[in-house]
């Protein structure tokens, strides 16, 4: 008989929680990696072959891993016998697909009617996109919510995969499958919970719905506060072609922009009077590109102007405020994002990558047998 798969001892506030996670891309290794930070201990099944995207060392962090071939019943069989056992399985094919593989809703739900089934998809489990082949950028596209980001002269700019994959997808998972398990507690009965990253980015959007319903907002790009149409609002570029950003909404927080930069008593005390903002606009910029960004950083930082400087990800470890925090970890040589948010009493981690290997599924299943779920 294979020895108990080994696992560090897990901690942080979902330890105990049993989830399987149907290997995926984006989203789904995203809410994985969550689940696993936060202390649930998570068996993430692998399909035969590499990963479509390659191993990734932050995203695939904290789990074991399986390989089921789900052509073959034993191995689909395997899968249903770890769903008795599991408080939480969650996939991101598209509609349909765990239905023809046999480990669909209904037959995890058959077998354990309190299990948490979640969907993540691009266009959600109906809809006439629901089998349509998309990314990020198309569902951000659909939402409304790519339409506003990017310079005024220039087409619309993807937010790289943050909003709808990570956010309005990964994210929108994570958080309907701990709603689930809340709601499971009183009912005792388990629900399938169908996170669309179109629905979540148009969720995400919610600020700007709300101010262009109440007029505060232009269907404009650059031509609104936080999109970049307010020069107090922004990044420019220092002495060393690097870049800062200032966010000196509040007019105090201005008042005191205007002062570090040695722009009072030269008309632009009306923050609100945009006929005056580009030429405020060229008086920061020149402003900014008269010293490094050290320089600034050192000067500002700290102050209520509201400003960082714009790092790279190759840089953030080293900031002084982020050591502080501890917000990057270092594994193998390498920056990893440290757990949030962050508990008193009890801690998350972030655990290591961990190889698949054919003997932990028998391992794992006898593990997994031995004890009830929550």
């Known amino acids: 008989m294979p020895a108990e798969p080994s696992m560090p001892f897990k901690s942080g506030p979902l330890r105990g929680l049993r989830v399987i996670e149907i290997a995926g891309i984006g989203p789904g290794p995203f809410c994985g990696m969550m689940l696993a930070d936060l202390g649930a201990e998570v068996v993430r099944v692998d399909r035969p072959g590499p990963p479509s995207f390659g191993a ?18 034993r191995d689909v069989e395997t899968l249903l016998r770890l769903v008795e056992r599991a408080d939480v399985l969650f996939e991101g094919f598209r509609p349909g697909v765990m239905e023809r593989l046999g480990a669909g809703p209904e037959k995890c739900l058959g077998r354990n009617p309190r299990l948490i089934f979640g969907r993540v998809t691009g266009w959600g489990q109906e809809g006439p996109l629901a089998h349509a082949a998309g990314h990020n950028i198309n569902y951000l596209a659909l939402s409304g919510m790519l339409w506003p980001m990017g310079s005024a002269d220039r087409p619309p700019s993807p937010p790289l995969n943050l909003v709808a994959d990570f956010g309005g997808g990964g994210m929108l998972l994570t958080v309907g499958i701990l709603a689930a398990l809340f709601e499971s507690k009183r009912s005792g009965r388990g629900q399938v919970v169908d996170a669309a990253m179109v629905d979540g980015a148009a969720t995400l959007g919610a600020m700007i719905f ?35 950003s200032i966010g000196s909404i509040e007019p105090q927080f201005y008042a005191e922009l205007l ?26 910029a020149a402003a900014f590109r008269s010293k490094s960004r050290e320089t600034w ?27 502080a925090r501890g917000t990057f970890t270092d594994h193998a040589g390498a920056s990893h994002p440290a757990p949030s948010p962050r508990f008193l009493r009890t801690p998350a981690s972030a655990g290591s990558t961990t190889e698949s290997s054919e003997f932990d599924i028998e391992a794992i299943l006898l593990q997994w047998e031995s004890r009830s779920p929550l």
């Open 259 to 284: 002062a570090r930069l040695n722009l009072g008593g030269l008309g632009y005390e009306a923050q609100w009077d945009q006929s005056k903002w580009p030429a405020l606009r060229q008086a920061i």
């Open 297 to 323: 950083s050192e000067e500002l930082e700290g102050t209520d102007i509201c400003f960082a400087p714009v790092l790279s990800p190759l840089e953030v470890a080293q900031h002084p405020h982020n050591r």
């Open 210 to 244: 709300g101010m262009i319903g109440s007029g505060s907002w232009r269907a404009e790009r650059e031509a609104n506060v936080v999109d970049g149409g307010a020069p107090f609002y922004g990044v420019y570029e220092t002495a060393d072609g690097k870049w800062v």
């Open 56 to 73: 990734n060392t932050v995203l695939d962090r904290g789990r074991r891993r399986m390989t089921l071939d789900f052509k073959r019943p």
